[in-house]
């Protein structure tokens, strides 16, 4: 672990700043929403602006990474970012807050497939379980210290704006003084998706039922705490707390990846995620510290099926596929998490705060069914 810290570490100090803005970003927009009395589905929609943006972002992402290369399209990105970000303190209006979303949403589409695939083609075969695990525990640090920042002063401050902001642009001082290995030159192939659902069923699979899940906890947690009456401090805290377990499940979860099939340690997820919802799904959880532990043990679990699904897809795909596969994946997730917030969204709109964790038993109950399927799909897959 100390070797990849050491070989990656600028790239993974760039993660942190990036998901330090972006967790901060999402999390005062729907306070701001909720303060203002709008509804749970303004909520779910700005998270699905960003999820869109993020989808239809992958194709100018791998044009722009292939035009001017990982470092540049990094910087490109970051500046598009600050300046759709400061652009929300010109006016609080909703349809000018979905366009800036889903500019956000497309710019950091780019800038994850920068790191992403920088990672999967730099980092030893034998490795990089372990090299995708330090990136999300650095991914986790910077969501959890996002929300943490909440807590500071007034939580719905616009000067909340401009910490996210300056998060994107000290962001690019790591990355451009990394001095280790670069990725190699990608061609300006048509991404084809179809190749990859025929040959990554499962990994394309859980990568949707990520973003569905992970879309609705950004978009839709800080809404569902609130309505449980805590302040803006408490739900950052709430948020931190959940995106902690996350991090401290990275570790463990590299050397068992490396170590145990990926597609078990896929389906043992989702089949623990289940139990883990239904406190907060039958309204059994009402204390506030019930809550928040509640939450802690669906952010050490549901933040293992992203990484998990990303490094199956990376060990059964030629390397030169890797930056195009980087972009479907995140696009795969995109997809998700544009779908996840609107339903469940909807979902607490009629039956309350709880029907968001609901909704995600049903997703996670169909992960377990469709990776139990694995002959199966694999047998329609090569007929």
């Not at 907060?280 to 204390?287: M, N, T």
Request: with cysteine; aromatic share 8%.
């Amino acid at each position: 672990m100390f070797a990849l810290s050491k070989r990656f570490g600028t790239i993974y100090f760039a993660a942190l700043l990036m998901q330090l803005g972006s967790s901060l970003l999402m999390t005062y927009l729907a306070l701001r929403l909720d303060a203002s009395g709008v509804s749970q589905l303004w909520g779910g929609a700005l998270m699905a602006a960003n999820a869109l943006g993020m989808v239809l972002g992958a194709r100018s992402g791998y044009w722009l990474i292939g035009l001017v290369g990982h470092a540049r399209a990094f910087v490109v990105s970051a500046a598009v970012i600050v300046t759709a970000v400061l652009t929300h303190q010109l006016s609080d209006g909703l349809p000018l807050w979905l366009s800036l979303r889903f500019i956000v949403g497309a710019a950091m589409m780019c800038q994850l497939m920068v790191i992403e695939s920088w990672l999967n083609d730099c980092a030893p075969i034998n490795r990089r379980g372990a090299a995708m695990s330090l990136y999300m525990v650095a991914s986790y640090v910077g969501m959890m210290l996002g929300q943490l920042m909440l807590t500071l002063g007034q939580g719905l401050h616009t000067l909340a704006l401009s910490g996210v902001a300056i998060a994107f642009a000290l962001g690019l001082i790591p990355l451009a003084l990394h001095g280790g290995a670069q990725p190699g030159l990608i061609s300006q192939a048509r991404i084809k998706p179809m190749l990859y659902l025929r040959r990554l069923p499962q990994s394309l699979f859980t990568i949707l039922a990520s973003g569905l899940l992970n879309g609705c906890l950004y978009g839709l947690s800080p809404i569902y705490a609130a309505q449980q009456g805590f302040s803006p401090a408490q739900v950052g805290q709430f948020m931190a707390i959940s995106i902690a377990a996350g991090l401290l499940a990275q570790l463990p979860l590299g050397k068992l990846s490396d170590h145990l099939p990926r597609i078990f340690l896929i389906r043992a997820t989702a089949v623990l995620l289940c139990i883990a919802y239904l406190p907060l799904a039958l309204g059994l959880a009402s204390d506030q510290r019930w809550i928040m532990l509640a939450g802690a043990a669906i952010g050490f679990l549901q933040f293992c099926l992203y990484p998990l699904g990303v490094a199956h897809a990376n060990d059964n795909l030629e390397p030169e596929l890797r930056v195009s596969l980087a972009g479907v994946l995140l696009m795969t997730f995109g997809i998700g998490a544009t779908v996840g917030p609107l339903v469940a969204g909807a979902m607490m709109e009629h039956a309350g705060p709880q029907a968001m964790y609901v909704f995600c038993i049903g997703v996670t109950a169909m992960i377990a069914c469709f990776i139990r399927a694995k002959r199966s799909v694999d047998l329609v897959v090569a007929s």
